[in-house]
């Protein structure tokens, strides 16, 4: 004992007592000093740090990882009534005034739906909207667009990139791959995390009303590369790209917006042309796809059945078969190729039975869910499985940063959607698409001798062009405009012009700046661009639908024709450097459009056009 110790026990009779002290307490069960010791770890124990979330490169990576916390955290906060909600997307739009915006506040804050899809508009008012939208949301919402060519098919203002057909005819996917990474910069300066696209269609057929431009072509490799290039430009820069319309809308001659298309194709014609590019961007990691309305006996034979209420499809085909793990999605619920033969409600009901992840642009979101809940009730489909979706759409959340949600900075924001870069690559698109499909006798480059006349005509415009103004700025020319409803009195008088003319550079317009499945010429103008089809003078610019050439009878006689795909400026203006000299013609056509002019016809050089003897 130590010399201290020993003082304490001498001089203090009692020191014994308060070295047995502490034993007596600790062994005695059922006191206060052991019930505290018992309740120490809750105290005294500092919970693991969380590793920080660290992003997937791809949304489908993310999908099969079920250990998120902020999904689980988010989830745990949801009525089932609300898990259902999160597989919901309602439309939006940013011009349709006070009223309308409060309706889909309500649609937020009421039934906390899962996500919207906007459409027309203008970039600010959207931009604050979203900001609004996603202050009132319980959980954030999945921002979409139905964007195949950019915020600026839906958006005044803005970039608008060329439709797919005009693509199919570059040969540079690489270009493709741009376009698509600056979607998804612009998509992000916006708020947004989805873009339905890209069409994966083979459009075969050239009566399609709803496809045709929207597609890249008809050869199914050349879909099939350009759709992954469109998709990995959005993927890899953080936005979901959404191949549609599965199984395959491009040989139809109904569209789906107002019936139910029937597709007769066996299994074999399917899996060797429509299918093929949804198997390979599947294969490639594109993280959501759109199923189509339409009806497809051979596949699932119950009667009027659209493709998106098919289990057989949408699960045994989509799910099962190729092994497709992002989202599904339906085409929009309020389509009549859906809403013919099913009731709102019940087809969201059979939606979700059928496989759907998302139910997308809902014409009644309370009455679908009430028809979902009894669809739990009946056992047709389980809340577990509601809530397994409910988890992958949280997942797809956070994957495209949700879980840090910061609004949109408006500042700036206008500048910020029309970059330098996005001109860049729309002139490099352009040029790269022209295809030259009659040069006979050398009639391009356009020659510039002593004393030539050279007239250009704008056919479908009320003003000169940029086509003219460019063209203006090469030659001198003197210029016509005429519509595409002129009369034959019209059109005979300026014929009698035209005659006296050595040259005439003709434009062809449609009625819009994308292009149309039908010019919609009266049969004088149609006439017209006959004659000067058949003569020996004219040099003919399609600024539209390639398939539109079907709707000019002769014009295959005509001394040079070029396809320009669409009457965007950049299009226009590289159409003048070709006819020049100054740039080669190096596009070939994604398409057959008739006997004459089929898949991959195109007078391609690698350099400008040099002139004739």
């Not at 949301?137 to 958006?155: F, Q």
């Not at 799910?319 to 497709?324: A, D, N, S, Y």
């Not at 056509?589 to 006997?595: E, M, R, S, W, Y």
Request: charged letters at 20%; proline letters at 6%; a positive charge.
């Amino acid at each position: 004992m130590s010399t201290s110790l020993s003082y304490s026990f001498r001089h203090c009779p009692f020191s014994w007592l308060l070295l047995l002290l502490p034993v007596l307490l600790f062994s005695c069960e059922g006191t206060d000093v052991q019930q505290q010791s018992n309740q120490v770890p809750a105290e005294v124990f500092v919970p693991a740090v969380r590793p920080p979330y660290v992003r997937p490169a791809s949304l489908i990576t993310a999908l099969e990882d079920s250990s998120s916390h902020w999904v689980d955290s988010v989830f745990n906060t949801l009525s089932p009534e609300e898990r259902i909600a999160q597989l919901i997307v309602v439309e939006a739009f940013s011009n349709q005034g006070p009223d309308y915006e409060a309706d889909v506040m309500r649609l937020i804050k009421q039934y906390k739906v899962g996500g919207l899809i906007f459409f027309q508009g203008g970039p600010v008012r959207q931009a604050k909207l979203t900001n609004a939208y996603q202050a009132a949301s319980k959980v954030p919402l999945l921002i979409s667009m139905d964007a195949e060519t950019g915020i600026g098919m839906r958006l005044d203002s803005t970039v608008q990139y060329p439709f797919q057909q005009l693509l199919g005819a570059v040969a540079d996917n690489g270009l493709i791959y741009q376009m698509g990474a600056e979607i998804a910069a612009e998509f992000k300066r916006m708020g947004m995390h989805v873009n339905f696209a890209p069409v994966a269609d083979i459009n075969n057929n050239p009566n399609n009303p709803i496809i045709s431009y929207r597609s890249f072509g008809e050869d199914r490799l050349d879909v099939t590369a350009k759709s992954l290039a469109f998709m990995r430009g959005m993927q890899e820069n953080g936005i979901i790209a959404v191949a549609k319309h599965f199984p395959g809308h491009g040989d139809t001659e109904v569209d789906s917006h107002h019936d139910l298309p029937v597709i007769p194709f066996n299994r074999a014609r399917l899996d060797s042309l429509e299918l093929y590019p949804f198997q390979e961007l599947i294969r490639h990691g594109v993280g959501g796809v759109m199923v189509a309305h339409m009806h497809i006996p051979r596949l699932d034979s119950t009667e009027n059945l659209p493709s998106t209420l098919s289990k057989p499809i949408v699960t045994g085909l989509l799910k099962r078969q190729l092994e497709f793990k992002g989202l599904v999605f339906t085409d929009a619920m309020v389509m009549k190729g859906v809403t013919k033969y099913f009731d709102t409600g019940e087809a969201e009901a059979k939606a979700l039975i059928a496989g759907n992840d998302v139910l997308e642009r809902l014409a009644n979101v309370p009455k679908a869910i009430r028809a979902i809940k009894k669809a739990i009730a009946n056992g047709d489909i389980t809340q577990e499985e509601i809530d397994r979706r409910c988890k992958r759409v949280l997942t797809a959340k956070q994957w495209v940063g949700l879980d840090k949600y910061q609004p949109i900075d408006l500042a700036n924001l206008q500048e910020d959607l029309t970059p330098a870069t996005a001109d860049s690559t729309n002139w490099a698109i352009a040029e790269a698409a022209l295809t030259l499909l009659n040069n006979r006798k050398h009639m391009l480059p356009v020659r510039q001798g002593k004393g030539l006349s050279i007239a250009t005509l704008s056919v479908g415009a009320k003003r000169p062009t940029v086509f003219q103004r460019q063209l203006k700025e090469q030659a001198k020319t003197t210029d016509y405009v005429i519509s595409r409803k002129a009369g034959a009195r019209e059109t005979a008088r300026l014929w009698k012009k035209l005659r006296k003319h050595d040259v005439v550079l003709v434009a062809l317009y449609g009625p819009s700046i994308r292009p149309s499945n039908n010019l919609g010429y009266s049969k004088a103008a149609r006439q017209l661009v006959q004659k000067l089809a058949g003569s020996n003078k004219a040099v003919i610019t399609l600024f539209d639908n390639a398939y539109a050439l079907n709707q000019f009878p002769g014009i295959e006689k005509s001394q040079a024709l070029v396809i320009a795909y669409q009457p965007h400026y950049q299009a226009q203006e590289a159409a003048v450097k070709l006819l020049f000299g100054q740039i080669p013609a190096r596009g070939k056509l994604p398409v057959t459009i008739n006997q004459h002019y089929v898949y991959g016809d195109g007078i391609s050089k690698d350099k400008p056009l040099i002139a004739g003897p």
